[in-house]
T-cell receptor
């Protein structure tokens, strides 16, 4: 199994809603990532978990809250988002989160904030 | 900080070769990657090259690395309409451990 699975594929939420994005991989990878991607732009790193511990937070606003319940699962909890947060949210995994590692991406959740 | 640059657009005819170019600034880059993104999908790793290599070939894909000029290219032989996508160059190295720096992406359009 070389897949990273993300749910839901699409999400529409109001600015007062609370929602969660989910990501799962069964490749035995120990590093998992959240990226945000605007249309026609490269992905921007948000968070990195390595061995279930948060290792990188790229100064992301607190309305985004990551969680790594175990080595196969990664969640992104959303609360009080702004319309400018509308984007494609991509989850990725890699073997260990070391310097030189190949990233395996999911298909993403297309988020619209109204 | 680290920077990766690519030209934004490339258009070729089906059956021709495509060459997508990338330059980077981080001299400590040790791996360089090419990712492909089709509409509505995530990024897919196509190929990668270690910085002590000059060339890597994988079926229709050829990666050339000029480390002196910090220049990377991806050649796609016999380009097909299914190759139409955005291609991202990325690098990782000691100065950005745990992260990859991506270029802005090159949109490849293949015309029949």
């Amino acid at each position: 199994d070389t897949e990273v699975t993300q749910t839901p594929k699409h999400l529409v939420m109001g600015m007062t809603n609370k929602k969660s994005l989910k990501c799962e991989q069964h490749m035995g990878h120990r590093a998992m990532y959240w990226y945000k991607q605007k249309a026609k732009k490269p992905p921007e790193l948000m968070f990195v978990y390595s061995y279930e511990k948060l290792s990188i937070n790229e100064s992301v606003p607190s309305r985004f809250s990551p969680e790594c319940p175990n080595s196969s699962l990664l969640n992104l909890h959303l609360h009080a988002l702004q319309p400018e947060d509308s984007a494609l949210y991509l989850c990725a995994s890699s073997q260990e989160g070391a310097v030189n590692e190949k990233l395996f991406f999911g298909s993403g959740t297309q988020l619209s904030v109204l | 900080g680290e920077d990766v640059e690519q030209s934004l657009f490339l258009s070729v005819r089906e059956g021709d070769s495509s060459v997508i170019n990338c330059t980077y600034t981080d001299s400590s880059s040790t791996y360089l990657y090419w990712y492909k993104q089709e509409p509505g999908a995530g990024l897919q790793l196509l190929t990668y090259i270690f910085s002590n290599m000059d060339m890597k070939q994988d079926q229709r894909l050829t990666v050339l690395l000029n480390k002196k000029d910090k220049h990377l290219s991806l050649r796609i032989a016999d380009t097909q309409t299914g190759d139409s996508a955005i291609y991202f160059c990325a690098e990782s190295g000691r100065t950005n451990a745990g992260k990859s720096t991506f270029g802005d992406g090159t949109t490849l359009t293949v015309k029949p």
